[in-house]
T-cell receptor, first 113, second 115 residues
């Protein structure tokens, strides 16, 4: 079945450091891929998305490229800020089950000044 | 444009009781999905409602049931509560049909504690 495997945390970085959070997926159809962010005490917010192979999603300095050959969708940011501290979830929506989202377990990021 | 709202914010129940959680979808959205997020885990899909009918279900027992109303708001009902039902319950609304990608907008969730 469909699934998402996410890099385990927690991750602690200094401000302005480079961030990578790894995400790989398994899907039976042609999935769309997403990164969601959850700030403390809040619901999930869509950070970025990619709907087909080789697409790059980007938002707020974050980027992720849909790599079909490696079934990956790694999240990157060149210079993190304290305000980026949150839990990040990789997710997929499969065309075979387009109504269902599969989420990874989440990666907690703490950025220290 | 009003976002997704959920009520109540927090809830404490005891084993064996029943609970109803509520969700108001974002304006213009006709699809509501419910997720269970256990502590330290990612959200797990419970089911989705599209135009008042169930449109897909995850691996949850029948004691998890739902409704969608003509205004597209939704309820999640859980009977015979168990300790493992303690979690954050998230509602997400979207626009469109099944079998197509539609961005889901999440509410803040209801924190359910079962004692």
């Amino acid at each position: 079945g469909d699934s998402v495997t996410q890099m385990e945390g927690p991750v602690t970085l200094s401000e302005e450091a480079f961030l990578t959070i790894n995400c790989t997926y398994t899907a039976t159809g042609y999935p769309s891929l997403f990164w969601y962010v959850q700030y403390p005490g809040e619901g999930l917010q869509l950070l970025l998305k990619a709907t087909k192979a080789d697409d790059k999603g980007s938002n707020k300095g974050f980027e992720a490229t849909y790599r079909k050959e490696t079934t990956s969708f790694h999240l990157e940011k060149g210079s993190v800020q304290v305000s980026d501290s949150a839990v990040y979830f990789c997710a997929l929506s499969d065309t075979d089950t387009g109504n269902q989202f599969y989420f990874g377990t989440g990666t907690s990021l703490t950025v220290i000044p | 444009e009003t976002g997704v709202t959920q009520s109540p914010t927090h809830l404490i129940k005891t084993r064996g009781q029943q609970v109803t959680l509520r969700c108001s979808s974002q304006s213009g959205h006709n699809t509501v999905s419910w997720y269970q997020q256990a502590l330290g885990q990612g959200p797990q899909f419970i089911f989705q409602y599209y135009r008042e009918e169930e449109n897909g279900r995850g691996n949850f027992p029948p004691r998890f049931s739902g409704l969608q109303f003509p205004n597209y708001s939704s309820e999640l009902n859980v009977n015979a509560l168990e300790l493992d039902d303690s979690a954050l319950y998230l509602c997400a609304s979207s626009r469109g049909t099944s079998h197509s990608y539609n961005e889901q907008f999440f509410g803040p969730g209801t924190r359910l504690t079962v004692l």
